[in-house]
């Protein structure tokens, strides 16, 4: 008995202090750039300083920054020298994430968690067996508009499942589709609860009766199961897939960016050769699983595909194409749907969020992102293609959490199925005009 105890005992203490351990040190700061040439330059400490951007400043509005022990004295200097001001968001990253452990467990033992998948909860973030189980549930229960279809195996050999939600079982041709998914980069956990929200509405609480009569929907929750579970086991800040067959290092650096992975433009700009990188495109276009059920999904359904989104964090935007900053033929058209759509996501969103603006992805981001998924859908033929980066509260003081504590869940789904219902309808017209 005293030696079960002792291991128990071990067991735990290994468990509280094991965690978080290479975040020991590591600083966020925000970050305010003023010019283009403040941006220029924040673009060039990116690479230098290996920031990690958590939440994507614009010019005249504040984002945050995750910078390395080593790396912090260079971007401060550097920074004071270029005049970008600055100053700390978090001084001790693992104590916030130690702080995040905590406010999951207690959810875990208050809260509905592990129902079954019934109801799916919205007062936390939900391990990949919930979300899959809650996804089965549908397909069960109401099979007459929601089909599962078990797409493929993740690398690790979880199941990748999307859902297909059609009042004419997807045969009627005329139809437009719309397209969601989340769950791209792994530690953005907010990014899912959205499509599963949406899943809710067209499905569960119906109240937008148009949305489900008018058009075919496909909503993909997780595309990378592994590295969104790795975010719960072993790395919180974790963004990219979990294969290790890309390289000779990959299997010390695990992984390829899932949106630098899409076969346009892939590997020429806003991405590291270095598989231990966070922006790895991987050795080739689609090399991971992950991947290839997105571009699937697309070539199968694109003739009739009106509107595509991939929601992201953080940053409170919404983005279209092309990553390089040249915009396509119809890029007023999108600004004009991407606009609205953040107008009334603003108008139903909460003080403690920054207010949504749309624009071209690159010009934006002040970074251009090649190989990614919007571009690659709308190459591919999808007429409105967009990133939507969630919102990250700005609150200076009072902050305990470190990723969008698990209160505004529920907040940032209700307000993003506001922006979706005007994207859908506008999204809508636009196809019948097409095809006329
Ligand atoms: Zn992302």
Redesign the pocket.
Known sequence: MFVIRLFLFVVLVFDAYGKHEEYIGWKSYYVELKSETQLKTFKSLITKCEIDVLVHPIIGREGIVIVKPENQKTFEKEAKAEDIAFRIHVNDIKRHLDYDDKILERHRRNSMTKTNGRPLPYDSYQEIDVINDYLDYIGETYPNVAKVVDAANSFEGRPIKYIKISTTNFEDETKPIIYLDGG??AR?RISIPPVTWAIHKLVENVTEHDLLERFDWILLPVINPDGYQFTFTTNRLWRKTCSNDQHLLSTVCLGVDA?RNYDFYWNTAGVNDSPCSDTYPGSKPFSEVETRVVRDILQENVHRMALYISF??FGSMILYPWGSGNLPPNAVEMHDIASAMAEVINKHSIPDFPRYYAGNLALMLGNEVSGNAEDYAYNLGVPLSFTVNLPYPIVTNSLEGYLLDPKYIGQVCRETWEGLIVGARKAGDHFKDKNR
Do not use: A, K
């Open positions: 791209s980069h953005e949106n992201h964090s």
